[in-house]
Protein backbone atom coordinates (compact mmCIF):
# COMPACT_ATOMS: atom_id res chain seq x y z
CA UNK A 1 0.00 0.00 0.00
CA UNK A 2 1.06 3.21 -1.14
CA UNK A 3 1.04 6.18 1.40
CA UNK A 4 0.34 9.99 -0.59
CA UNK A 5 0.77 12.20 1.58
CA UNK A 6 -0.38 15.38 -0.52
CA UNK A 7 -3.74 13.60 -1.58
CA UNK A 8 -5.69 10.17 -1.53
CA UNK A 9 -4.43 7.61 -0.10
CA UNK A 10 -4.34 4.18 -2.36
CA UNK A 11 -5.76 1.24 -0.65
CA UNK A 12 -6.17 -1.05 -3.65
CA UNK A 13 -4.08 -1.28 -6.68
CA UNK A 14 -4.97 -3.32 -9.65
CA UNK A 15 -3.22 -6.37 -8.93
CA UNK A 16 -5.15 -6.34 -5.52
CA UNK A 17 -8.24 -5.70 -7.44
CA UNK A 18 -7.79 -8.26 -9.70
CA UNK A 19 -6.97 -10.93 -6.99
CA UNK A 20 -10.16 -9.64 -4.57
CA UNK A 21 -12.04 -10.76 -7.85
CA UNK A 22 -10.58 -13.98 -8.51
CA UNK A 23 -11.11 -14.84 -4.87
CA UNK A 24 -15.11 -13.81 -4.75
CA UNK A 25 -15.50 -15.53 -8.04
CA UNK A 26 -14.02 -19.01 -6.04
CA UNK A 27 -16.24 -18.13 -2.80
CA UNK A 28 -19.33 -17.37 -5.04
CA UNK A 29 -18.79 -21.19 -6.44
CA UNK A 30 -18.18 -22.58 -3.41
CA UNK A 31 -20.99 -21.33 -1.83
CA UNK A 32 -23.08 -21.99 -4.63
CA UNK A 33 -21.58 -25.77 -5.28
CA UNK A 34 -21.04 -24.66 -8.83
CA UNK A 35 -22.57 -22.09 -11.50
CA UNK A 36 -25.73 -23.58 -11.69
CA UNK A 37 -29.00 -21.43 -11.55
CA UNK A 38 -26.61 -18.14 -10.59
CA UNK A 39 -27.30 -14.76 -12.00
CA UNK A 40 -24.87 -11.88 -11.35
CA UNK A 41 -26.89 -8.48 -11.45
CA UNK A 42 -24.45 -5.88 -11.37
CA UNK A 43 -25.62 -2.43 -9.96
CA UNK A 44 -25.10 0.61 -11.87
CA UNK A 45 -22.76 2.08 -12.13
CA UNK A 46 -19.33 0.15 -11.36
CA UNK A 47 -21.04 -2.51 -10.17
CA UNK A 48 -21.53 -3.68 -13.79
CA UNK A 49 -18.25 -4.25 -15.01
CA UNK A 50 -17.07 -5.70 -12.09
CA UNK A 51 -19.92 -8.32 -12.18
CA UNK A 52 -18.51 -8.87 -15.88
CA UNK A 53 -15.33 -9.53 -14.50
CA UNK A 54 -16.26 -11.86 -11.59
CA UNK A 55 -18.40 -13.85 -14.79
CA UNK A 56 -15.40 -14.16 -17.16
CA UNK A 57 -13.58 -15.47 -14.39
CA UNK A 58 -16.09 -18.38 -13.08
CA UNK A 59 -16.51 -19.03 -16.93
CA UNK A 60 -12.71 -19.68 -16.37
CA UNK A 61 -12.73 -21.58 -13.36
CA UNK A 62 -16.16 -23.77 -13.89
CA UNK A 63 -16.12 -23.83 -17.72
CA UNK A 64 -19.61 -22.54 -18.21
CA UNK A 65 -20.97 -18.88 -19.24
CA UNK A 66 -23.04 -17.29 -16.17
CA UNK A 67 -25.75 -15.61 -16.89
CA UNK A 68 -25.20 -11.46 -16.11
CA UNK A 69 -27.38 -8.29 -16.33
CA UNK A 70 -27.61 -4.95 -15.08
CA UNK A 71 -29.82 -3.60 -12.39
CA UNK A 72 -30.60 0.27 -11.89
CA UNK A 73 -32.14 1.03 -8.70
CA UNK A 74 -32.63 4.39 -9.16
CA UNK A 75 -36.49 4.90 -8.28
CA UNK A 76 -36.24 3.09 -5.68
CA UNK A 77 -33.52 5.25 -3.96
CA UNK A 78 -35.31 5.73 -0.60
CA UNK A 79 -33.65 9.96 -0.99
CA UNK A 80 -35.25 10.66 -4.33
CA UNK A 81 -37.44 13.31 -2.75
CA UNK A 82 -34.56 14.88 -1.30
CA UNK A 83 -32.69 15.55 -4.47
CA UNK A 84 -33.04 16.97 -7.91
CA UNK A 85 -34.38 14.17 -10.36
CA UNK A 86 -31.75 11.40 -11.40
CA UNK A 87 -31.24 10.15 -14.54
CA UNK A 88 -32.11 6.04 -14.35
CA UNK A 89 -29.97 3.97 -16.05
CA UNK A 90 -30.72 0.40 -17.94
CA UNK A 91 -31.98 -2.19 -16.49
CA UNK A 92 -31.16 -5.05 -18.31
CA UNK A 93 -31.97 -8.94 -17.01
CA UNK A 94 -30.51 -11.79 -18.94
CA UNK A 95 -33.36 -13.80 -20.68
CA UNK A 96 -33.31 -16.79 -18.43
CA UNK A 97 -35.18 -13.92 -15.77
CA UNK A 98 -34.45 -14.03 -12.13
CA UNK A 99 -37.23 -16.07 -10.63
CA UNK A 100 -36.16 -19.35 -9.12
CA UNK A 101 -32.95 -18.00 -9.68
CA UNK A 102 -29.68 -17.85 -7.50
CA UNK A 103 -29.38 -13.96 -8.11
CA UNK A 104 -25.86 -12.44 -6.65
CA UNK A 105 -25.90 -8.64 -6.64
CA UNK A 106 -22.42 -7.26 -7.46
CA UNK A 107 -21.44 -3.83 -6.42
CA UNK A 108 -18.13 -1.61 -5.74
CA UNK A 109 -18.89 0.00 -2.36
CA UNK A 110 -20.88 -0.87 0.56
CA UNK A 111 -21.51 2.08 2.93
CA UNK A 112 -24.99 2.58 4.47
CA UNK A 113 -26.53 -0.54 2.63
CA UNK A 114 -29.60 1.67 1.50
CA UNK A 115 -28.91 1.16 -2.24
CA UNK A 116 -29.16 -2.69 -1.53
CA UNK A 117 -32.28 -2.10 0.31
CA UNK A 118 -33.41 -0.47 -3.15
CA UNK A 119 -32.09 -3.12 -5.10
CA UNK A 120 -33.88 -5.91 -2.78
CA UNK A 121 -37.47 -3.98 -3.53
CA UNK A 122 -36.33 -3.56 -6.98
CA UNK A 123 -36.00 -7.48 -7.53
CA UNK A 124 -38.95 -7.77 -6.37
CA UNK A 125 -41.11 -6.21 -8.88
CA UNK A 126 -38.92 -8.19 -11.32
CA UNK A 127 -39.89 -11.54 -9.66
CA UNK A 128 -38.79 -14.40 -7.22
CA UNK A 129 -35.72 -15.59 -6.88
CA UNK A 130 -35.08 -18.27 -4.76
CA UNK A 131 -31.96 -16.58 -3.02
CA UNK A 132 -30.55 -13.18 -3.23
CA UNK A 133 -26.32 -12.07 -1.91
CA UNK A 134 -24.61 -9.77 -2.44
CA UNK A 135 -21.07 -9.44 -3.63
CA UNK A 136 -19.11 -6.29 -3.29
CA UNK A 137 -15.33 -5.22 -3.54
CA UNK A 138 -14.71 -2.65 -0.57
CA UNK A 139 -16.83 -2.70 2.94
CA UNK A 140 -16.15 0.80 4.56
CA UNK A 141 -18.58 0.22 7.04
CA UNK A 142 -21.19 2.46 8.61
CA UNK A 143 -24.55 0.52 8.23
CA UNK A 144 -27.60 2.46 8.43
CA UNK A 145 -29.43 -0.79 7.78
CA UNK A 146 -29.49 -4.61 9.05
CA UNK A 147 -27.33 -5.54 5.79
CA UNK A 148 -24.43 -7.06 4.84
CA UNK A 149 -22.05 -8.79 2.13
CA UNK A 150 -21.82 -12.14 1.28
CA UNK A 151 -18.65 -11.66 -0.42
CA UNK A 152 -16.29 -8.93 0.20
CA UNK A 153 -12.99 -8.06 -1.40
CA UNK A 154 -11.68 -5.90 0.89
CA UNK A 155 -13.05 -4.63 4.59
CA UNK A 156 -11.93 -1.53 5.11
CA UNK A 157 -12.34 0.20 8.36
CA UNK A 158 -13.07 4.15 7.62
CA UNK A 159 -14.47 7.76 9.05
CA UNK A 160 -18.14 8.62 7.92
CA UNK A 161 -16.40 11.92 7.08
CA UNK A 162 -13.70 9.95 4.38
CA UNK A 163 -14.44 9.58 0.79
CA UNK A 164 -13.58 6.07 -0.73
CA UNK A 165 -13.28 6.59 -4.55
CA UNK A 166 -13.24 2.96 -6.92
CA UNK A 167 -12.01 3.85 -10.38
CA UNK A 168 -12.53 0.65 -13.31
CA UNK A 169 -10.64 0.89 -16.22
CA UNK A 170 -13.93 0.26 -18.13
CA UNK A 171 -15.42 3.34 -16.71
CA UNK A 172 -12.25 5.60 -15.36
CA UNK A 173 -8.54 5.38 -16.71
CA UNK A 174 -7.31 2.81 -14.18
CA UNK A 175 -8.20 0.54 -11.69
CA UNK A 176 -8.08 1.86 -8.58
CA UNK A 177 -9.54 2.16 -4.83
CA UNK A 178 -8.34 5.39 -2.90
CA UNK A 179 -9.71 6.83 0.74
CA UNK A 180 -9.00 10.50 0.96
CA UNK B 1 -37.51 23.34 -15.84
CA UNK B 2 -40.74 23.16 -13.46
CA UNK B 3 -43.85 23.08 -15.63
CA UNK B 4 -43.97 21.78 -19.63
CA UNK B 5 -46.22 24.02 -20.93
CA UNK B 6 -44.55 24.51 -24.37
CA UNK B 7 -41.49 22.31 -26.39
CA UNK B 8 -39.69 25.83 -25.74
CA UNK B 9 -39.41 24.84 -22.31
CA UNK B 10 -37.21 21.99 -23.23
CA UNK B 11 -33.33 22.42 -24.61
CA UNK B 12 -32.40 19.81 -27.35
CA UNK B 13 -30.10 18.16 -24.33
CA UNK B 14 -33.01 17.98 -22.08
CA UNK B 15 -35.27 16.21 -24.75
CA UNK B 16 -33.02 13.62 -24.96
CA UNK B 17 -32.20 12.86 -21.65
CA UNK B 18 -36.15 12.47 -21.53
CA UNK B 19 -35.94 9.99 -24.48
CA UNK B 20 -33.30 8.02 -22.54
CA UNK B 21 -35.50 7.91 -19.54
CA UNK B 22 -38.59 6.77 -22.17
CA UNK B 23 -36.14 4.39 -23.18
CA UNK B 24 -35.85 2.97 -19.68
CA UNK B 25 -40.09 3.33 -19.16
CA UNK B 26 -40.60 1.21 -22.20
CA UNK B 27 -39.10 -1.80 -20.48
CA UNK B 28 -41.98 -1.24 -17.54
CA UNK B 29 -44.29 -2.55 -19.96
CA UNK B 30 -43.11 -5.44 -20.67
CA UNK B 31 -43.20 -6.65 -17.06
CA UNK B 32 -44.92 -8.42 -15.24
CA UNK B 33 -45.09 -6.01 -11.72
CA UNK B 34 -45.85 -2.81 -13.85
CA UNK B 35 -44.42 -0.60 -11.29
CA UNK B 36 -42.11 1.87 -9.92
CA UNK B 37 -42.13 3.29 -6.93
CA UNK B 38 -40.87 6.75 -8.07
CA UNK B 39 -43.78 9.11 -7.91
CA UNK B 40 -45.41 7.27 -4.35
CA UNK B 41 -47.23 9.85 -2.89
CA UNK B 42 -47.49 12.34 -5.30
CA UNK B 43 -51.01 13.37 -6.60
CA UNK B 44 -51.76 13.91 -10.06
CA UNK B 45 -54.73 15.51 -11.66
CA UNK B 46 -55.57 15.33 -15.26
CA UNK B 47 -57.70 18.03 -16.17
CA UNK B 48 -59.46 17.15 -19.40
CA UNK B 49 -61.70 20.33 -20.60
CA UNK B 50 -61.80 18.39 -24.25
CA UNK B 51 -62.36 14.79 -25.64
CA UNK B 52 -59.36 12.76 -25.73
CA UNK B 53 -58.73 8.96 -25.53
CA UNK B 54 -54.94 8.70 -26.25
CA UNK B 55 -53.50 11.40 -24.55
CA UNK B 56 -55.91 11.38 -21.09
CA UNK B 57 -55.32 7.66 -20.98
CA UNK B 58 -51.63 7.69 -21.94
CA UNK B 59 -51.26 10.41 -18.71
CA UNK B 60 -53.30 7.96 -16.49
CA UNK B 61 -51.43 4.99 -16.74
CA UNK B 62 -48.42 6.58 -16.73
CA UNK B 63 -49.00 8.23 -13.65
CA UNK B 64 -50.06 4.82 -12.04
CA UNK B 65 -47.16 2.97 -13.26
CA UNK B 66 -44.99 5.47 -11.49
CA UNK B 67 -47.02 4.69 -8.14
CA UNK B 68 -48.77 8.44 -8.06
CA UNK B 69 -52.10 9.00 -7.05
CA UNK B 70 -54.08 9.58 -10.40
CA UNK B 71 -57.18 11.26 -10.80
CA UNK B 72 -59.21 12.11 -13.81
CA UNK B 73 -61.52 15.69 -14.03
CA UNK B 74 -63.38 15.84 -17.51
CA UNK B 75 -65.15 19.11 -18.12
CA UNK B 76 -68.72 17.40 -18.80
CA UNK B 77 -68.31 16.12 -15.11
CA UNK B 78 -67.36 19.38 -13.80
CA UNK B 79 -68.81 22.18 -12.32
CA UNK B 80 -67.66 24.20 -15.29
CA UNK B 81 -71.05 23.46 -16.87
CA UNK B 82 -72.50 25.02 -14.38
CA UNK B 83 -70.69 28.35 -15.18
CA UNK B 84 -67.32 27.76 -12.89
CA UNK B 85 -64.39 29.97 -14.16
CA UNK B 86 -60.96 27.74 -15.17
CA UNK B 87 -59.04 29.99 -12.50
CA UNK B 88 -61.58 29.19 -9.65
CA UNK B 89 -61.54 25.32 -11.09
CA UNK B 90 -58.03 25.02 -11.14
CA UNK B 91 -57.18 26.85 -7.63
CA UNK B 92 -60.32 24.63 -5.77
CA UNK B 93 -58.49 21.32 -6.94
CA UNK B 94 -55.10 22.33 -5.98
CA UNK B 95 -56.40 23.40 -2.64
CA UNK B 96 -56.43 20.03 -1.99
CA UNK B 97 -53.04 19.34 -2.45
CA UNK B 98 -51.98 18.04 -5.87
CA UNK B 99 -48.26 18.09 -6.82
CA UNK B 100 -49.26 17.91 -10.12
CA UNK B 101 -51.86 19.02 -12.88
CA UNK B 102 -51.88 17.65 -16.40
CA UNK B 103 -54.26 20.18 -18.72
CA UNK B 104 -56.29 19.81 -21.74
CA UNK B 105 -58.47 22.96 -22.28
CA UNK B 106 -60.01 24.41 -25.32
CA UNK B 107 -58.47 28.26 -25.16
CA UNK B 108 -55.09 28.47 -26.31
CA UNK B 109 -52.16 29.93 -23.48
CA UNK B 110 -54.89 28.21 -20.93
CA UNK B 111 -51.67 25.97 -19.43
CA UNK B 112 -49.21 28.98 -18.84
CA UNK B 113 -52.33 30.91 -17.37
CA UNK B 114 -52.78 27.73 -15.08
CA UNK B 115 -49.25 27.66 -14.07
CA UNK B 116 -49.15 31.21 -13.01
CA UNK B 117 -52.25 30.62 -10.46
CA UNK B 118 -50.97 27.26 -9.22
CA UNK B 119 -47.75 26.01 -6.55
CA UNK B 120 -48.38 22.46 -8.77
CA UNK B 121 -46.14 21.48 -11.81
CA UNK B 122 -48.29 22.26 -15.11
CA UNK B 123 -47.83 19.95 -17.82
CA UNK B 124 -49.72 21.08 -21.27
CA UNK B 125 -51.92 18.26 -23.11
CA UNK B 126 -53.28 20.87 -25.60
CA UNK B 127 -54.19 24.11 -25.29
CA UNK B 128 -56.35 25.33 -28.03
CA UNK B 129 -54.58 25.43 -31.13
CA UNK B 130 -51.21 26.34 -29.96
CA UNK B 131 -49.16 23.36 -28.69
CA UNK B 132 -49.42 20.01 -27.89
CA UNK B 133 -45.41 19.46 -26.41
CA UNK B 134 -45.98 15.58 -25.22
CA UNK B 135 -47.12 14.46 -28.44
CA UNK B 136 -44.09 16.39 -30.10
CA UNK B 137 -41.82 14.69 -27.48
CA UNK B 138 -43.47 11.20 -28.55
CA UNK B 139 -43.29 11.80 -32.57
CA UNK B 140 -40.06 12.73 -32.63
CA UNK B 141 -38.71 9.45 -30.10
CA UNK B 142 -40.68 7.24 -32.57
CA UNK B 143 -39.10 8.52 -35.42
CA UNK B 144 -35.71 8.86 -33.72
CA UNK B 145 -36.31 5.16 -32.96
CA UNK B 146 -36.97 3.91 -36.38
CA UNK B 147 -34.43 6.21 -38.47
CA UNK B 148 -32.05 6.61 -35.69
CA UNK B 149 -30.44 10.56 -34.92
CA UNK B 150 -32.86 13.24 -36.79
CA UNK B 151 -29.64 15.49 -37.92
CA UNK B 152 -30.49 16.09 -40.94
CA UNK B 153 -33.67 13.96 -41.92
CA UNK B 154 -36.37 15.20 -43.92
CA UNK B 155 -40.25 15.12 -42.53
CA UNK B 156 -43.37 15.99 -43.92
CA UNK B 157 -46.15 17.44 -41.39
CA UNK B 158 -49.05 17.10 -43.77
CA UNK B 159 -52.95 18.34 -43.34
CA UNK B 160 -55.06 20.83 -41.42
CA UNK B 161 -52.29 23.18 -40.05
CA UNK B 162 -54.27 26.11 -38.84
CA UNK B 163 -56.08 24.36 -36.41
CA UNK B 164 -53.17 22.21 -35.40
CA UNK B 165 -51.26 22.11 -32.13
CA UNK B 166 -49.22 19.08 -33.20
CA UNK B 167 -48.53 20.55 -35.65
CA UNK B 168 -46.58 23.78 -34.03
CA UNK B 169 -45.59 21.56 -31.59
CA UNK B 170 -43.74 18.96 -33.52
CA UNK B 171 -41.59 22.30 -35.96
CA UNK B 172 -40.55 23.37 -32.99
CA UNK B 173 -39.46 20.07 -31.45
CA UNK B 174 -38.19 18.75 -35.10
CA UNK B 175 -35.94 21.72 -36.40
CA UNK B 176 -34.73 21.82 -32.91
CA UNK B 177 -33.58 18.15 -33.03
CA UNK B 178 -31.90 18.87 -36.30
CA UNK B 179 -34.68 18.17 -38.49
CA UNK B 180 -35.94 19.66 -41.56
CA UNK B 181 -39.46 20.20 -41.83
CA UNK B 182 -41.49 20.55 -44.70
CA UNK B 183 -45.08 21.63 -43.91
CA UNK B 184 -47.92 20.70 -46.29
CA UNK B 185 -51.16 22.10 -46.39
CA UNK B 186 -53.97 23.56 -49.29
CA UNK B 187 -53.43 27.06 -49.08
CA UNK B 188 -57.05 27.34 -46.85
CA UNK B 189 -55.83 25.64 -44.19
CA UNK B 190 -52.07 27.20 -44.62
CA UNK B 191 -52.07 29.46 -41.74
CA UNK B 192 -51.36 33.14 -42.02
CA UNK B 193 -48.14 34.54 -41.41
CA UNK B 194 -46.51 31.18 -42.04
CA UNK B 195 -43.94 32.74 -43.90
CA UNK B 196 -42.12 34.89 -41.54
CA UNK B 197 -42.43 31.91 -39.17
CA UNK B 198 -40.73 29.80 -41.44
CA UNK B 199 -38.11 31.90 -42.32
CA UNK B 200 -37.30 32.22 -38.62
CA UNK B 201 -37.48 28.86 -37.64
CA UNK B 202 -35.99 27.34 -40.88
CA UNK B 203 -39.13 25.15 -42.27
CA UNK B 204 -40.60 25.28 -45.09
CA UNK B 205 -44.35 24.74 -46.51
CA UNK B 206 -45.42 23.48 -49.97
CA UNK B 207 -49.16 23.17 -50.85
CA UNK B 208 -48.13 20.11 -53.44
CA UNK B 209 -48.19 16.36 -51.48
CA UNK B 210 -47.14 15.09 -54.24
CA UNK B 211 -43.74 16.64 -54.42
CA UNK B 212 -43.00 16.79 -51.13
CA UNK B 213 -43.60 13.21 -50.64
CA UNK B 214 -40.95 11.18 -52.86
CA UNK B 215 -38.15 13.36 -50.91
CA UNK B 216 -39.04 12.12 -47.22
CA UNK B 217 -37.73 10.22 -44.66
CA UNK B 218 -40.83 10.42 -42.36
CA UNK B 219 -44.14 11.75 -42.88
CA UNK B 220 -47.12 12.70 -40.10
CA UNK B 221 -50.61 13.41 -41.43
CA UNK B 222 -52.33 15.23 -39.20
CA UNK B 223 -56.03 15.23 -38.74
CA UNK B 224 -58.51 17.19 -40.61
CA UNK B 225 -60.36 18.25 -37.40
CA UNK B 226 -64.00 18.67 -38.19
CA UNK B 227 -65.04 19.48 -35.00
CA UNK B 228 -62.94 22.75 -35.23
CA UNK B 229 -64.40 24.30 -38.57
CA UNK B 230 -67.24 26.44 -39.18
CA UNK B 231 -65.88 27.66 -42.41
CA UNK B 232 -65.91 25.79 -45.49
CA UNK B 233 -62.06 25.21 -46.12
CA UNK B 234 -62.42 22.94 -49.08
CA UNK B 235 -65.57 21.88 -51.48
CA UNK B 236 -65.90 18.73 -50.28
CA UNK B 237 -63.98 15.57 -47.94
CA UNK B 238 -63.25 14.07 -51.19
CA UNK B 239 -61.54 16.94 -52.38
CA UNK B 240 -59.42 16.93 -49.58
CA UNK B 241 -58.55 13.35 -50.28
CA UNK B 242 -57.94 13.45 -53.63
CA UNK B 243 -55.79 17.13 -53.24
CA UNK B 244 -54.03 16.22 -49.78
CA UNK B 245 -54.90 12.57 -48.42
CA UNK B 246 -52.28 10.12 -48.41
CA UNK B 247 -54.15 7.29 -50.93
CA UNK B 248 -53.01 4.10 -51.68
CA UNK B 249 -51.34 5.45 -55.05
CA UNK B 250 -49.45 8.18 -52.77
CA UNK B 251 -48.22 5.46 -50.69
CA UNK B 252 -45.94 4.45 -53.70
CA UNK B 253 -44.09 7.53 -53.65
CA UNK B 254 -42.77 7.29 -50.51
CA UNK B 255 -39.61 5.79 -49.69
CA UNK B 256 -40.24 2.23 -48.79
CA UNK B 257 -39.20 2.77 -44.99
CA UNK B 258 -40.92 6.15 -44.33
CA UNK B 259 -42.61 5.84 -40.83
CA UNK B 260 -46.20 7.21 -41.30
CA UNK B 261 -46.97 8.51 -38.29
CA UNK B 262 -50.87 10.03 -37.28
CA UNK B 263 -51.24 11.58 -33.59
CA UNK B 264 -54.85 10.00 -33.77
CA UNK B 265 -57.45 9.73 -33.87
CA UNK B 266 -57.55 8.75 -37.65
CA UNK B 267 -60.43 9.96 -40.07
CA UNK B 268 -59.76 6.39 -42.11
CA UNK B 269 -60.36 7.35 -45.70
CA UNK B 270 -60.55 11.47 -45.65
CA UNK B 271 -56.68 12.32 -44.35
CA UNK B 272 -55.06 8.88 -44.88
CA UNK B 273 -56.22 5.54 -46.76
CA UNK B 274 -56.84 2.38 -44.94
CA UNK B 275 -53.95 0.71 -46.56
CA UNK B 276 -51.70 3.51 -45.37
CA UNK B 277 -52.49 3.85 -41.72
CA UNK B 278 -52.40 -0.28 -41.64
CA UNK B 279 -49.34 -0.54 -43.59
CA UNK B 280 -45.82 -1.50 -42.88
CA UNK B 281 -44.41 1.67 -42.45
CA UNK B 282 -47.31 2.71 -40.34
CA UNK B 283 -45.84 3.68 -36.92
CA UNK B 284 -49.32 4.67 -35.27
CA UNK B 285 -49.58 2.22 -32.36
CA UNK B 286 -45.79 2.47 -32.09
CA UNK B 287 -46.46 5.95 -31.27
CA UNK B 288 -49.49 5.08 -28.87
CA UNK B 289 -46.93 3.05 -26.58
CA UNK B 290 -44.11 5.75 -27.11
CA UNK B 291 -46.28 8.08 -25.77
CA UNK B 292 -46.93 6.26 -22.47
CA UNK B 293 -43.24 5.88 -22.42
CA UNK B 294 -42.91 9.39 -23.34
CA UNK B 295 -45.26 10.71 -20.60
CA UNK B 296 -43.89 8.54 -17.74
CA UNK B 297 -40.36 9.98 -18.50
CA UNK B 298 -42.05 13.42 -18.40
CA UNK B 299 -44.21 13.04 -14.39
CA UNK B 300 -40.76 11.14 -13.68
CA UNK B 301 -38.54 14.55 -14.60
CA UNK B 302 -40.90 17.16 -13.50
CA UNK B 303 -41.76 15.39 -9.89
CA UNK B 304 -40.25 12.86 -8.44
CA UNK B 305 -37.11 15.11 -7.46
CA UNK B 306 -36.58 17.89 -5.08
CA UNK B 307 -37.26 21.40 -7.39
CA UNK B 308 -34.12 22.17 -8.47
Not at chain 1, 13 to 27: K, M, N, Q, S, V
Not at chain 2, 208 to 227: G, N, T
Not at chain 2, 267 to 280: K, P, Q, T, V, W
Request: hydrophobic share 40%; proline share 5%.
Amino acid sequence: MTNNQAGPRIVLDPGDIARALTRIAHEILERNKGATDLVLLGLHTRGVPLAHRIAERIQSVEGVAVAVGELDVTMYRDDLRKQPTRRAHKTAIPPGGIDDKIVVLVDDVLFSGRTIRAALDALADLGRPSAVRLAVLVDRGHRELPIRADHVGKNLPSARSERVSVRLAECDDSDEVTIS
Amino acid sequence: MKHLLSINDVSADQIQEIFATAADMHDVQRREVKKLPALRGRTVVNMFFEDSTRTRSSFEIAGKWLSADVINISAKGSSASKGESLRDTVLTVCAMGVDGLVIRHPASGAAQQVSEWVDAVVINAGDGMHEHPTQALLDAYTLQRRLGSLEGKHVALIGDLTHSRVFRSNVLCLTKLGAHVTVVAPPTLMPSGIGPWSKDAGFSTSYDIDDVLPDVDAVMMLRVQKERMSGGFFPSAREYTVGYGLTRDRLKLLKPDAPICHPGPMNRGLEIAADAADAAQSVVLEQVSSGLAIRMAVLYHLLAGEES
